[in-house]
């Protein structure tokens, strides 16, 4: 069983920058496809990035898709959200989340770090 926690959210005013980090114990995280989901107040929980085991492949939802970059080092047993150019709408709860393989749902899941964007 993995555990994922994460870390580095903050209060930020907007077009500024945060790297979130979610370190991984319990387990492997080359084992695993990585994702980043956030929560915004009123809102659906939401797909943020993803990244695949290896570290090759990406996705990113069009409403960051230039301006957050997902990573991993596997052998720090990390992930990393580097987020560029903040706005307000990117505030919310970020959570790292875990799948075995292409198809499996998310099912292993930090606890959340706030990030909050000031105008």
């Known amino acids: 069983q993995v555990q994922l926690v994460e870390s580095g959210g903050g209060l930020v005013q907007a077009g500024g920058s945060l790297r979130l980090s979610c370190a991984a114990s319990g387990g492997t995280v080359s084992r695993y496809g990585m994702g980043w989901f956030r929560q915004a107040p009123g809102k659906e929980r939401e797909s943020v990035a993803r990244?695949?085991?290896?570290?090759?492949?990406?996705y990113y939802a069009d409403s960051v898709n230039g301006r957050f970059t997902i990573s991993r080092d596997n052998a720090k047993n990390t992930v990393y959200l580097q987020m560029n150019s903040l706005k307000p709408e990117d505030t919310a709860v970020y959570y790292c989340?875990?799948?075995?393989?292409?198809?499996?749902?998310?099912?292993?899941w930090g606890q959340g770090t706030q990030v909050t964007v000031s105008s």
């Open positions: 990244i695949s085991s290896s570290g090759i492949a990406t």
């Open positions: 989340a875990a799948r075995t393989r292409i198809g499996d749902r998310y099912s292993y």
